[in-house]
Each structure stands twice: as C-alpha cells, then as structure tokens.
C-alpha cells in the first residue's frame, strides 16, 4: 500500500509537466496565478481534516505546488539546471509525503517506513544527478 501512495504522490507532482517551448512572459504569470489558486484551493480541501490526515493533506497540496512552481521556472527559462531542480523538487516532494505518511504509524513499522521514505528519497537524488551528467 505504500509503494501506492508513493505512486499517487509521483503522479500528483507529475500532473503538470513543462512543455518544450519557453513561455512569454504573459503566459508565465498567468500559469503562475493558476499554480497559486490551485495551492489555495488544495489548501482549503484540506481544512476540515483533523490530525495527520491533514498533515498529510497539506505535504500534498504543498509538494504539488512547488513542483509546479519549478516545472514553470523551467519551462520559462529552459535549461538542463532547471530540469535537475525540477527532478530533486519531485523527488523531495515525494519524501516529504512519505514521511508524514510514516506518522501514522508506531514503533518499528514506523522506523521501517521512514527508511524506506529515506532510501527512495536517496535513490531519486542519485537518479537525478546521473541524468543530469553529461555523456561522452
């Protein structure tokens, strides 16, 4: 069920992805005005939660905005550094859910989950540094 969630959490952060062309500077506020209302509605969603649920509920919502935020920065100005930002700011969206999803739970599973949360953080960092070194 875990590795679901983190599935879910890959597709939520993935739902906007940057297109091949640079954006006008018109078109990056708009998408930026858009990724602000969209926080904010994601943010209200949340407020009738209780406990970690809500905790969880925000990680999401915030994660979902930064990556989108990033995606859009990349997208305005395109440039291999900016497609690593966007692949850590996934990455560390990803960990970030997972660990408030770990809160839910006690004792070794808890422990467990954290280090799993930990090594696939680690495991997308390393994935995001090797794509972004060149090749020969």
């Known amino acids: 069920m875990r590795q679901k969630l983190i599935m879910l959490a890959v597709v939520a952060a993935c739902a906007w992805t940057s297109g091949a ?8 506020n708009t998408q930026k005005d858009r990724i602000e209302a969209d926080y904010k509605a994601a943010k209200e969603k ?12 925000m990680s999401e919502a915030k994660g979902v905005e930064k990556v989108a935020k990033v995606e859009l920065d990349a997208q305005y100005k395109p440039s291999p550094k ?30 467990t989950c954290v280090k799993d949360a930990k090594m696939t953080h680690a ?9 972004k070194t060149p090749t020969s």
Not at 21 to 28: I, N, S, Y
Not at 83 to 111: H, T
Not at 123 to 131: E, M
């Open 21 to 28: 062309m640079a954006l006008t500077k018109d078109e990056f």
């Open 46 to 57: 949340c407020k009738d939660l209780k406990a970690n649920a809500k905790d969880i509920c």
């Open 82 to 111: 900016a497609d690593a930002k966007v692949r850590d700011a996934k990455a560390d969206a990803v960990y970030d859910l997972a660990k408030e999803k770990c809160d839910d739970l006690a004792g070794k599973p808890k422990d």
């Open 123 to 131: 495991n997308a960092k390393g994935d995001a540094k090797v794509s």
